[in-house]
């Protein structure tokens, strides 16, 4: 309905211009239909969600439903709550001083239905927007009856000269004071059990109880809860009843592909402008970079259960960055384009993300970082030079045995971290074998990209035990595998 809300003030204005209240479900229910005969997008900014978890929640919303949001970490469930404010008019009329915004047309609490009885069409009306009214709550342990539902206020009765027989003493939590809004109640397992407790009536029956008072306070909420699968056994679990007043849980999930991935993580990282300008990715490395979170997912070094967040990624990318530039800046250059090397810089954001199992444990997270990279570097190859596979004829020609030759003559190759682009470059054309096979197996590659395309071949061959890859403080040597013991005897 389209209201010139600055012009009404009073009860009796607002009757006059005939406007019709509706719970906020109601509300939600008839912008979403709205949206979805007009095909606009309802979640906007939320990717991989189109044919799986956006149709629930919008299936959900349309039933009225008070949700559940069941998933891992970092797959965007408190995002989805808060686009559910895009959902709300934009302006809704509440009782001019009323705690829990009392709806003028339907008080609940004792504040506005006094004002009304009072007042009659005088009754002052202030105006709510959308972007007040959404509520938010990390369930803990130390969450309490009279953070969320209220307490008794001695200083008001007092101050009121009331006994605490008077409902006036009540000082209302903060569900009561989300009347008419949206209520994010996160990780909700960890709310302890009596405290879920306390939620039943209020989805189910509408009133609340405050150390014996019980009002019949019909509360309007759109409750929304979130919750990850490892909390059922980690750290506690949502009781029954209380599940069974949810009237939809949906499963949410990680990207399913990289090109969503990267999606996800161009839109969410926060880069300096200038760092943007002078850094280069190719879009290799960007591939390069979400496969990592894919090879995390499945590795048997990482707990499952636990998951890797999609702020894996996004923290990574803003790290691969960070050291091209770095690079740059110590060398004097304007620009610079990322290599496969800058990877090593990635490792931080890796290893503060993911949980290990004891296997894991035992390796080290540095360790079981830098075998993930390898792991992403390993399924990439393949799909830009030959499979290389791991059992061979003795006596089969393979692409890759002029270049394997080289290293077995040679005494080794390295890459160092403070090269400049153009001796980057030199130090990757020094070998004529490498140049080769990437143009046979690669002519049409993007040439300003060409040499992290390199650069991956060699971190490939060393993946797939061809050659052998050394660490050491100034950068990267790769050498034979077996060439440098073949030559000591």
């Known amino acids: 309905m389209n209201l010139d809300y600055k012009k009404i003030s009073t009860l009796g204005e607002l009757k006059k211009a005939a406007y019709q209240s509706k719970g906020i479900k109601d509300e939600i229910r008839d912008n979403l239909r709205a949206k979805i005969q007009k095909g606009e997008d309802t979640f906007v900014g939320v990717w991989g969600y189109e044919n799986s978890v956006i149709p629930e929640l919008e299936r959900a919303l349309l039933s009225r439903h008070n949700i559940n949001l069941l998933g891992l970490r970092g797959q965007a469930k408190t995002r989805l709550a808060r686009l559910m404010v895009n959902l709300l008019d934009e302006w809704i009329p509440v009782v001019e001083g009323s705690e829990i915004n009392d709806d003028p047309f339907h008080p609940i609490s004792r504040y506005a239905q006094d004002l009304l009885a009072e007042k009659g069409d005088t009754t002052p009306i202030s105006w709510l927007h959308r972007n007040d009214r959404f509520y938010e709550k990390l369930a803990t342990p130390d969450v309490t009856v009279a953070d969320l539902i209220g307490d008794v206020d001695p200083i008001k009765a007092a101050n009121l000269k009331l006994s605490y027989a008077d409902d006036r003493v009540i000082h209302f939590g903060m569900i009561p004071r989300a009347n008419r809004c949206i209520f994010v109640i996160n990780e909700l ?6 405290i879920q407790v306390s939620l039943f009536n209020i989805l189910e029956e509408g009133d609340i109880q405050i150390r014996g008072f019980k009002l019949r306070l019909p509360l309007d909420i759109q409750f929304v809860f979130t919750a990850n699968p490892e909390d059922y056994t980690n750290r506690g679990s949502i009781v029954t009843p209380l599940k069974d007043r949810i009237g939809s849980q949906i499963l949410t999930h990680y990207p399913e592909d990289i090109r969503t991935a990267r999606k996800i993580t161009e839109q969410e990282s926060h880069l300096d ?4 300008n002078a850094v280069h990715v190719p879009e290799l490395a960007k591939d390069l970079l979400e496969q990592v979170s894919f090879e995390a997912r499945k590795s048997e070094y990482v707990d499952a259960k636990s998951g890797v967040s999609a702020r894996t ?3 990574a990318f803003e790290n691969l960055l960070s050291t091209a530039e770095r690079r740059a800046l110590m060398s004097g250059a304007d620009t610079t384009v990322v290599r496969v090397s800058d990877f ?8 503060g993300k993911i949980e290990l199992v004891y296997e894991g444990e035992q390796e080290g997270a540095d360790s079981v970082a830098a075998i993930l990279i390898d792991d992403a570097v390993k399924t ?5 030079f030959p499979k290389i596979n791991k059992l061979e004829r003795k006596d089969e020609e393979t692409p890759y045995d002029e270049l394997l030759h080289w290293f077995f003559q040679g005494e080794g190759f390295e890459l160092l971290d403070d090269f400049t682009d153009d001796e980057y470059k030199r130090a990757l054309d020094t070998i004529p074998q490498l140049n080769r096979l990437v143009r046979e197996q690669q002519p049409d590659f993007p040439k300003e990209d060409v040499y992290f395309l390199k650069e991956l071949l060699l971190w490939g061959l060393v993946a797939n035990k ?9 950068g990267y040597q790769f050498k034979d595998l077996y060439g440098s013991f073949v030559r000591g005897l």
Request: proline share 6%; aromatic share 8%; hydrophobic share 35%.
């Open 466 to 474: 061809k050659l052998s890859k050394h660490r050491f403080n100034e």
């Open 273 to 276: 402008q200038r760092q943007a």
């Open 189 to 194: 397992p960890d709310l302890q059990a009596r």
């Open 380 to 384: 990439l190859f393949s799909d830009y």
């Open 313 to 315: 990624s996004i923290t």
């Open 344 to 351: 090593l810089g990635v490792i931080p954001s890796i290893t």
